[in-house]
Structure formats: structure tokens, C-alpha cells
């Protein structure tokens, strides 16, 4: 299962992926540990997993993808409502059916 806080908050109203398009499973791993794993060290945090979500899923969800590299492949993910204008209820439920299209990796 993955958790909504998966996709909170980075900034504001966003989250940060990483494109993974054109990369099999032990190049996304190996990204993973170059770019995300020491950040989640210094946070005392564990990555347990990943989450893939396809492409037209994030326009789908009018969400804008803006790419912010280094490191490679990164982008920050904006229009989430995450803000406190939605009542926390209505921001849990954008955010589960987000991420109910995703495919779960673990580790």
C-alpha cells in the first residue's frame, strides 16, 4: 500500500519525481541510490519502495510536471491541492486516487 505522505510536500503544492521513461528496473534502482537514498539517510528516513505512475496519469490529474535537474531525469510536480484551502478530507481523497494509479515497487 502506499501512503499519501508518498507525494507531500517537497514544496508547497508539490512533490519531486524522477523520469524513468526508456530505463529498466536495475536503472531506476541504481537512480534511486545515486540521487534519493542519501537524502532519505540524512533525514533518518528509509526508502522502502517505489511507486511508477504513467505519464498521462499526472495530466490527467491536472498536474504540472516542471523538470529541475540536477540531479538527472529530476522534476518537481506542482497542483496537488495540498494547500489549506481544501478541508483535509478533500486533500486525502485527490491525493488517494493519485496514487491509486500507481504500481508499487519494493526494495
Not at 528509509?46 to 505512475?53: K, M, P, Q, Y
Amino acid at each position: 500500500m502506499i501512503k499519501t505522505s508518498a507525494i507531500t510536500g517537497k514544496h508547497d503544492k508539490g512533490f519531486s519525481v524522477f523520469e524513468t521513461t526508456s530505463l529498466n528496473d536495475e536503472e531506476i534502482w541504481k537512480l534511486a541510490k545515486d540521487h534519493v537514498v542519501e537524502n532519505y539517510k540524512a533525514q533518518k528516513r528509509s526508502l522502502l519502495g517505489r511507486f511508477d505512475i504513467e505519464t498521462e496519469y499526472y495530466s490527467s490529474a491536472s498536474l504540472e510536471i516542471k523538470k529541475n535537474e540536477p540531479p538527472p531525469r529530476h522534476h518537481d510536480v506542482f497542483g496537488m491541492p495540498l494547500g489549506s484551502a481544501l478541508e483535509e478530507a478533500e486533500k486525502l481523497s485527490a491525493r488517494q486516487q493519485f496514487i491509486a494509479k500507481a504500481r508499487l515497487k519494493l526494495l
